[in-house]
């Protein structure tokens, strides 16, 4: 009986553990952020993560382009100005930050307007809006980045229902582990026993 039950949470922890492990080798994805473009939120060096499976992405959302980082300031349909009498750029007559130029561009259907978190490192939709529209495709979106792990002890998730996804789904990998661990520690004890 008890030989049944050790099987039993033998292969249901492995079950878990490889299930979850794949989910999470497959969903998450860490990316090296190689400049300054998104500081404070992120600094060069740092590591992000990024959910490759949520593409959809709403103003305010930092996501990855390429090999950077960068916050969507405007989605299709949405209006872009630069700038007011305080030099900030404008979504749909909002401020938002420091402008760059003049220019005024309707963000077209499937684009996105991209700025950086600092602006004067950063090379985002600003610096090309005066000779185009200065959008990029949203297809181009590879996730959004749900978490950051900063160089030494410094690290912060942003808000976004995929970092409880991220939770749980690492829980239930341990919790696979933790019956394989379990339904071993027999087997171990009686192999130790026999040893001494």
Do not use: Q
Not at 80 to 104: K, Y
């Amino acid at each position: 009986m008890m030989e049944r039950i050790r099987r039993t949470c033998r292969g249901l922890g492995l079950a878990l553990l490889l299930s979850a492990t794949a989910l999470l080798l497959v969903r998450y994805r860490v990316h090296a952020v190689p400049a300054a473009g998104m500081s404070p939120l992120i600094g060069p060096g740092d590591r992000i993560v990024v959910d490759t499976w949520t593409h959809d992405a709403v103003r305010g959302d930092v996501v990855l382009v390429g090999d950077r980082a960068a916050r969507v300031a405007a989605t299709a349909g949405s209006f872009v100005s630069c700038c007011d009498a305080a030099g900030r750029i404008l979504v749909d007559g909002l401020p938002m930050n420091a402008g760059h130029g003049a220019f005024t561009v309707k963000v077209p259907r499937d684009r996105l307007f991209l700025l950086g978190d600092d602006p004067a490192v950063l090379l985002d939709s600003r610096e090309v809006a005066a000779a185009g529209d200065g959008t990029v495709a949203a297809g181009e979106v590879r996730g959004r980045v749900i978490a950051v792990i900063g160089s030494g002890s410094r690290a912060s998730t942003l808000p976004d229902p995929a970092v409880r996804t991220l939770v749980w789904t690492s829980r239930v990998a341990a919790a696979g582990l933790a019956l394989i661990l379990l339904a071993a520690l027999p087997v171990w004890r009686r192999n130790r026993a026999s040893c001494h």
